[in-house]
């Protein structure tokens, strides 16, 4: 079994922006199961898994606030 790590820049990137978009960070860490000190040490490494479990939260609620806006412009 191969234990694949990413560097913790991508994920702080993501989690920067959905703070900007008022969503509630820590509980999205909670969520997808990343410890928040892997977030805040700058040589921290992420197991894959739980990079692709935060992939996959974050673009489920951009997919549904995306139709959900699309749905307020289209008549």
Do not use: H, Y
């Not at 509630?24 to 805040?40: A, F, R, T, Y």
Request: hydrophobic share 45%; charged share 25%.
């Amino acid at each position: 079994m191969i234990n694949a790590t990413v560097s913790n820049a991508t994920p702080k990137a993501i989690l920067n922006l959905c703070a900007d978009r008022g969503i509630d960070v820590p509980k999205l860490i909670s969520d997808v199961g990343i410890d928040q000190e892997q977030i805040k040490n700058a040589s921290a490494r992420i197991p894959m898994e739980r990079m692709f479990a935060l992939w996959f939260s974050t673009d489920t609620f951009w997919r549904f606030r995306s139709r959900k806006q699309t749905r307020l412009f289209v008549k």
